[in-house]
């Protein structure tokens, strides 16, 4: 198999050993609770890793606080179990100072959006060369049970057993409008998808946002279900395809078109004009279309929820441009002085 090659990186060692998804695995009990979602994203992962052609540690895990963080404990490569909702600063010094590591960092909805807000948007409006996986299940799982920055409005838990009165946050919006350059949505019980929009953040240079929907079997069970259920998924899913009409519902007769005003609009495909149908492309610059279909589904019933990637553009990494600047600076002025900067213009004497 070819290994995928990661813009971005430098000195990266290949290996010419063949791997599979056993050499990902440590020797650690996996202990999630029995059917949870994160089961099935870690197989994916230590299943496509080893198209990565690169060494286990070339590779490193950086994740925050909740069910979710525990992945690093189950990956045979170096992985960083960190602080809540500080993955993404933390991976970006390591991405900034190794450019022979792959840099991939793994957090929930309630890590990355609550306290780890800022963290997050500040990685993708620069751009730096990580891969976020966010796992999406609509709950604090880990502290048992209360609400998330993306429980719908209304949600009865336990910190909130009137319903919630948030107002729900939308991953792929938030990423879009912090000018993301690689932004997908995908499903933990979809293999080959899943494994599909890992496969394109991989080859992405700069920060790639992947929210996976996942599911919490024991404190908000069936929170995606319309999605995931063979009788309604199809009616459910819009499924983005590069060079295609937006098209779906299980005779492919919804299609997505320019509404009135601008806006788009899911319609019955025999009542349109064929010409208005909507041809996607993730590549384009302009990112108008990618956040308004990120605005389509209907988040308590879930109806028209598009998966796939939203947005796949070019621009270089901020890690790989603090790495030129310095070394234009060394090869300009030469080496820094760090005893003469310390002792340089700018201090005083307080006595």
Not at 25 to 51: H, M, N, S
Not at 85 to 93: D, E, H, L, Q, Y
Not at 155 to 174: A, M
Not at 280 to 304: C, I, K, M, W, Y
């Amino acid at each position: 198999m070819t290994a995928i090659e990661m813009p971005g990186l430098t000195l990266v060692p290949r290996t010419d050993e063949k791997q599979s998804a056993k050499d990902f695995k440590t020797d650690q009990e996996v202990r999630w609770c029995p059917g949870c979602g994160d089961y099935a994203i870690l197989a994916a992962v230590q299943g496509f890793l080893p198209e990565l052609g690169l060494r286990r540690e070339n590779i490193v895990f950086v994740s925050g606080i909740g069910c979710s963080s525990r992945f690093p404990y189950y990956m045979d490569t170096y992985g960083v179990h960190s602080i809540h909702g500080r993955a993404p600063a933390i991976a970006t010094g390591l991405a900034i100072s190794r450019p022979d590591l792959s840099v991939w960092v793994v957090t929930g909805d309630g890590d990355a959006l609550s306290i780890g807000g800022n963290h997050l948007i500040h990685a993708l409006r620069r751009n730096v060369n990580l891969k976020i996986l966010l796992f999406n299940n609509r709950i604090y799982g880990l502290t048992k049970g209360q609400y998330s920055p993306t429980s719908e409005t209304g949600k009865v838990t336990k910190s909130t057993p009137l319903g919630s009165l948030d107002y729900s946050f939308n991953p792929v919006s938030i990423a879009l409008g912090a000018e993301a350059s690689f932004v997908a949505r995908t499903l933990d019980s979809d293999r080959k998808h899943l494994t599909e929009v890992l496969r394109r953040a991989a080859a992405h240079e700069g920060t790639a946002l992947v929210e996976i929907l996942q599911n919490c079997n024991i404190f908000n069970d069936g929170a995606w279900e319309p999605l995931k259920d063979a009788n309604t998924s199809d009616d459910y899913l819009i499924r983005l395809q590069d060079g295609e009409e937006i098209r779906f519902g299980k005779n492919r007769d919804k299609v997505v078109v320019r509404g009135d005003g601008g806006h788009i609009v899911v319609a019955n495909a025999d009542e349109v004009d064929p010409s208005r149908i909507i041809v996607f492309d993730s590549h384009a610059e302009d990112p108008g279309l990618a956040f308004a279909l990120s605005r389509l589904a209907h988040f308590h019933s879930l109806v028209d929820t598009p998966i796939g990637v939203f947005r796949d553009v070019a621009r270089p990494s901020y890690d790989r441009l603090v790495r030129e600047q310095v070394e234009g600076v060394i090869e300009s002025q030469g080496p820094g002085d760090l005893q003469a900067l310390i002792a340089g213009k700018d201090n005083w004497i307080v006595s």
